[in-house]
C-alpha cells in the first residue's frame, strides 16, 4: 500500500502557483462544457461569434455541470499526490458534457476517438458532436471513457460505485451524488452502503453530495435543508460527512481539496487497520457535502431574471441564441470569460503547463482499466462441473424435486472456487432477503449474507466477507450486480418474479449500455447481467394475486435480440446448463425463470443440455408421431409449451389425447430459448426457418401454453409463416392465493383447456373426440366444486405424473 502523509489543510498545503493551475484547468472544463452545448463551429472563438456558429437546437444541462468540473480537476490532484486508483460515477443526470471535457482534456478520449483530435479539427469535432445527430447524447455515457453509469434515469450512481468498489481493495469510487437525484428512492435506499462495504477485501466509496439547490423547475429537499440536518441524515445512515460550501472558487477548492485529502487518508488509514485485523465495527466512511451554486459562472442574469444559482441555468441558460443578438453577445461574453486562448496554442493543443495536471496513463479518471477500456480484463469463472450437480432423471415425469436446489449446490461451489483468503472474489450472489426461500441456501455452507453491523446470538449465515448480498430492495440488488459486471466481475441476481418489476427499468437501461457498448471503440465485453425470477406466478400458493405476476419478460422482450436472452428452462437439468451459459456469457441480460417448488423433472444432463443447445426441440416421447415419420408428414396439431408449468400441463394434456384419440398425430414442443422464435437476422440464436418447420411446421396448429402473458408471444413470431396458427394460454392476469391447478384452471392453461383448444385446431376430427371434450368439461366443473371443499386439487391431477408408455 502507498504511503500517504497526512493530509495538508489550508493555504499552505495549497500553493497559489498550483492552486491557480488547477484553476485554470478548470475555467477550461467548463469552456469545452459550454462550447459543447452551443458551439458548433470555431471552437476557440478565433473570431467574433456568429449565430452560424451556433447549433440550430440548443440541448444539453449546463447547471451540475461546473461542479463535476470542479470534481474532476481536484480528483487529478489528488491522484498526482496519492497515485490512487480511482473510478468516477457522474451522477448527476446531465453531466455528460463536463466529464466528456475531462476525457478530452485527459487525452484518453482522442485515444479512443482519434477522430477527436487533440488539436483544433478535434475541438471542432468535439464542440459540433455533442447532442446532434451522427453525434453523442447529452449524458456520462457509454461513448466517454472511464464511465460505468450513464445517469440518463436517476438514482443508480452511488449503487453502481458500491458494485464497482466491491472486492477491488485498490479501488476508490469517487461517486459525485446530485441533489436532485438523491430525492429517488433508489439513492435513499443506497445510503445503507456502510452496512455492506468492507475495508479488508472492498475498495471505498467516497460519496460527493452535490447540493447546488435546484432541480429542472424548483429547488431539491436537501437544498432547503440544513447542513446540520443533511450531515444529521448522513451520519445515520453510516457515514462521517464534511461541508465544503460557498461561490468563491479560490476558497471552495481549498476547502474540497483539503477535505479529498482527509478523506483519502481516512480511507486509507480505515483499510490499514482493518487488513490488520484491527479497527472499529461497524465503520463510518468519509462522505463530503458539497455546496456551490447552480449554474457556477455561468451567466448571472438573463433578461433581467436571475439564472445562476437557480433552475434557470438547469439547461441552456441562454435560449435564443440565434435569434435575439443581445444573447448572442452574452454568450459570447461567458464564453470569452474562460479565457479559451490561454488554455490552448495556435494549433489547438492544450498548453503544456495544463497537460501537464493529468495523472499518468492508467492513472487518469478517463482511462482506468476498470471501466471496460482497453486494458480491461475479465478473469473467466471457474464453473463447477455440472455432473456433480445434476439430477439423476431415470424417465420423464417421475421424479419430483426442488428445481432450483441443485442449482444451489452448483452456486455454492462456485462460491468455493472464486474465493479468497481475505473473503472476497469474482462471484457474488445479490437477493432481496430470499436465498433460503428460493432454494438456493447452500450457498450458505460456502459464504454468509454479507454485514459489517454487529452480529447477533441466534443469526445464521451472516459476516463481514460474506458473499451473498441480501437487503430488501430489488434497486440496491440490480445496481449493485449492474456496477459489479461493468468492472469485470460476475454475479447473478435471484428475486420473486412479481417483485423484480421493482427493477424493471434499471433492467432496459443496463440493456441499453450493453447495445451501445458492443459497438463502441475501445469497450471490451463486461459479463453478462443475470437475474434469476423465481417464486413464479403459476406457485405462489401462500401469498396470493400481489405476488403473481410475470412482467418482467414483457418489459425485456422487445429489448435488442442482441443483447436480451429469456430462458424458460422446465426442470433442475435445464436450470443448469441455462445458467452455466448465462455465467460464461458476456455482455448480455440474460432472464432464467424457473420456479423454486418441487416439480417434475424430465431430462438428463446430456438431454437437457441439447434442448438448451437447440432452444427449443421436439420431444418424440410425448407426441403421438410415428418416430420413422417422413420429413414431409405431419402432425394433426403440436402442443408447445415454454417454462416449467406450462411444459407439466402440456405433458399432461399429450396424455390425455394419447389416452383418448390414440390415433390423432400430436407433436409436442418445449421452448426454453424464447428469444428464438424471432425470425433469422433479428436474433443471434433465432431458429432457422428449416428448424422452425421441424418444430411447429409451416402450417398445423399450435397451442401453446405460455408462462407469461399471452401478448407476449405474438411479436416473436412476427415474420414466421401463418402466425395465426399459434393459438397462445398464458397467464391473464386472474389469480389468488389458491391450490396450483386452480391457479391454471383460472387462467385457462390447464390440460384441460388445452386438450379442448387441441381438438379445436386439430387438422382432423378423431374418433372419440367428442367424448374427450366432454371428459375434459367435466374434469373442469369437478374441479371447481372439490378445490372449494377440498382445500386442495384433485387427486389425479395433485399426484399426476408421466406415465404413458410407447404408442
Known sequence: MTTVATPRVGAEAYPDQELDLDLRWWATANYLT???????????????????????????????????????????????????????????????????????????????????????????????????????????????????????????ALLHAAGAAFDDPGLLVACVVGDGEAETGPLAASWRLPAFLNPRRDGAVLPILHVNGYKISGPTVLGRSSDADVCAY??????????????????????????????????????????????????????????TPKGWTGPHTVDGVPVEGTQRSHQVPLSRVREDPDHLAQLERWLRSYRPEDSFDERGRLVAELAALVPDGDLRLSA???????????????????????????????????????????????????????????????????????????????????????????????????????????HLCEGWLEGYTLTGRHGLFATYEAFAMVSASMIVQHAKWLQVAATEPGRTSVPSLNVLLTSTTWRNDHNGFSHQGPGLIDTVAPLSPDVARIWFPPDANSTLVVAEECLRSRGRVNLVVVDKQRHLQYLDLDAARTLVSAGAAVWEWAG?????????????????????????????????????????????VDVVDLMGLLPPGEYPAALTPERFRDLFTDTVDVVFAFHGHPRAIHPLLHGRPDTDRFHVRGFTEHGTTTTPFDMVVLNRMSRYDLVLEALRRSRRVPEGGDALARLCREQLRRHREHVVEALEDLPEVRDWTWEAGPR
Open 624 to 668: 403421438t408421431e410415428d418416430p420413422d415419420r417422413a420429413r414431409t408428414d405431419l402432425p394433426d396439431v403440436v402442443l408447445a409449451a415454454a417454462g416449467d408449468v406450462p411444459t407439466m400441463e402440456v405433458l399432461a394434456a399429450a396424455e390425455l389425447l394419447r389416452e383418448h384419440v390414440p390415433h390423432l398425430r400430436v407433436r409436442v
Open 234 to 291: 448522513l451520519h445515520g445512515q453510516g457515514w462521517d460527512p464534511v461541508v465544503v460550501a460557498g461561490d468563491e472558487a479560490r476558497a471552495v477548492f481549498r476547502e474540497l481539496d483539503a477535505a479529498l485529502s482527509a478523506a483519502s487518508a481516512r480511507i486509507r488509514a480505515l483499510q490499514a487497520e482493518a487488513r490488520a485485523g484491527e479497527g472499529p465495527v461497524p465503520l463510518r466512511w468519509p462522505a463530503i457535502v458539497l455546496r
Open 368 to 474: 482506468t482499466p476498470r471501466a471496460g477500456g482497453p486494458r480491461f480484463r475479465v478473469r473467466p469463472l471457474p464453473l463447477p462441473d455440472l455432473a456433480d450437480h445434476a439430477l439423476p432423471v431415470a424417465a420423464p415425469g417421475v421424479l419430483q424435486h426442488e428445481t432450483t436446489r441443485p442449482l444451489g449446490e452448483f452456486l455454492r461451489d462456485l462460491l468455493v472456487r472464486t474465493g479468497r483468503a481475505d473473503g472476497g472474489g469474482d462471484f457474488r450472489l445479490f437477493s432481496p432477503d430470499e436465498t433460503n426461500s428460493n432454494r438456493l441456501g447452500a450457498v450458505f455452507e460456502a459464504t454468509d449474507r454479507c454485514s459489517m453491523l454487529p452480529v447477533l446470538p441466534g443469526d445464521e449465515s451472516i459476516g463481514p466477507d460474506g458473499r451473498v448480498m441480501e437487503i430488501l430492495s430489488e
Open 34 to 156: 459550454a462550447a459543447q452545448i452551443y458551439l458548433l463551429a470555431d471552437p476557440l472563438l478565433r473570431e467574433p461569434l456568429r449565430p452560424g456558429n451556433v447549433k440550430p437546437r440548443l440541448l444539453g444541462h449546463w447547471g451540475t455541470s461546473p461542479g463535476l468540473t470542479m470534481v474532476y480537476t481536484l480528483l487529478n490532484r489528488l491522484i498526482r499526490r496519492t497515485r490512487q486508483e480511482t473510478l468516477l460515477v457522474a451522477g448527476p443526470g446531465h453531466g455528460g458534457p463536463a466529464v466528456l471535457a475531462g476525457a478530452y482534456l485527459d487525452g484518453t478520449y482522442s485515444e479512443v476517438h482519434p477522430e477527436v483530435s487533440t488539436d483544433l479539427a478535434g475541438l471542432t469535432r468535439l464542440v459540433r458532436q455533442f447532442s446532434t445527430p451522427g453525434g453523442v447524447s447529452s449524458h456520462a455515457g457509454v461513448h466517454i471513457p472511464g464511465s460505468i453509469h450513464e445517469g440518463g434515469e436517476l438514482g443508480y
